[in-house]
């Protein structure tokens, strides 16, 4: 599909990719065009400042306008504009990036392989996992297990992990060999009257079925985001993770901690699997990992991953695998920058000082009637949007009330996401007090807006 730019046809286009069944029904609503952006704010072509409470697509960790960032692309740019990685060759600044994730893990971890989005470094992932059974001599342990409204991506193999029926929707998804388990959102899957600690006794009960019925040595790896993000922002009930960990290890199942929202400080740690002491043998990263700036995502394992991947590739005499812009040295010398950013101005211990400020500014809207529940850690946070406290209800359909309020934020100055009927928070790691506290004024009038058209009190 090609038209010129701006044009009608251009328009429904635009429209047609993101989703729209009749552009021309929407012309008049969208799409909103950026046309710059300034710190926590983004500005669109008429001149409206917003802020921008999602930082992109949970990713623009320091800002729309670091200077050290283009700086280091430009200086990179000219000495190295390009080379890769493939046929024993390398170059400083991917060199110097691996070397540094390695020193930063959270866990002893061996070495890193580079590709260009969240969705490559998870179909990366699968492909070891697959490749390392084989040379373990466990051909049948290929199945791997993800969790009903997790996302990992949009590529045919991370799609299938993704537990989101509209990424599965008429694109034969997912693929064989990909099971999905609970999602622990206790708010809306708890029994009545379920604790916490009982939710997550059932969901590692649930999961320990699943493996059992399948065959334990089947199962190759359980893939998790900390929180899950783009599924809600469901932040995990306590005891979850140490509970899931203990079925996989009984299983010797690979766990892959899927960081790409949650790492490099967006939950208060520097890493989301620090937050709720998970022991990832794999680790994805992305987004945050250069502020977004440039593509580059990365994959992390240890050695027990390693070892048997290395000794596989040594008996076939290559491993045939490999993008032609993973490690692409521009991206990786502001990945390089971003992280000395980070640790230079403790952006990580100051995401958790606002976020802890942004949730407890988002608790006070509990009793607000459009609130059935308000959720997060450090600076990622969801509100669950209700018209009916005690049923826990929307609208009709799913995401229509998410889809008004959304809309009224807007129209108050601030950007946000609406999954479903749960509105996300997600700023960049540079917020301040005061912007927060901006922030929290305007979606409460957006809120009392969207009461006042409901006629709710």
Partial sequence: MTAQPNSPEARDIAYHLHGYTDARKHDEAGPLVIARGDGIYVEDIHGNRYIEAMAGLWSVALGFSEPRLV??????????????????????AVIDLAEKLVTMAPVP????????????????AMKLIWYRSNSLGQPQRKKIISRMRGYHGVTIASASLTGLPN????????????????SPHHYKEAKPGESEEDFATRLAEDLEALIQREGPDTIAAFFGEPVMGAGGVVVPPRTYWQKIQAVLTRYDILLVADEVICGFGRTGKMFGSQTYDMKPDMMIMSKQLSSSYLPISALMINEKVYGPIADESHR??????????GGHPVAAAVALET???IDERGLVAHAAEVGARMQTGLRRFAD????????????????????DKETRK??????????LVNGLLQKNGVISRNMGDALAFCPPLIITATEIDDLLSRLGRALDEAASQLELK
């Fill in 368 to 387: 607000h009637p459009l609130i059935g529940e308000v959720r997060g850690v450090g600076l990622i946070a969801a509100i669950e949007l209700v018209a």
């Fill in 316 to 325: 076939i005499g290559t491993l045939g695998h490999g993008f032609t812009a």
């Fill in 71 to 92: 700086a280091a692309a430009t200086k990179q740019m000219s000495t190295l504009p390009f080379y890769h990685s493939f046929t024993h060759k390398s170059h400083g």
């Fill in 394 to 403: 929307g609208l009709d359909p799913v995401g229509k009330l998410g889809g």
């Fill in 109 to 124: 971890m061996s070495k890193v392989f580079f590709t260009n989005s969240g969705s490559e470094a998870n179909d990366t």
């Fill in 339 to 341: 992280l000395k950013i």
């Fill in 167 to 182: 990424n599965h929707r008429s694109f034969d998804l997912p693929i064989a060999n990909v099971l999905h388990t609970s």
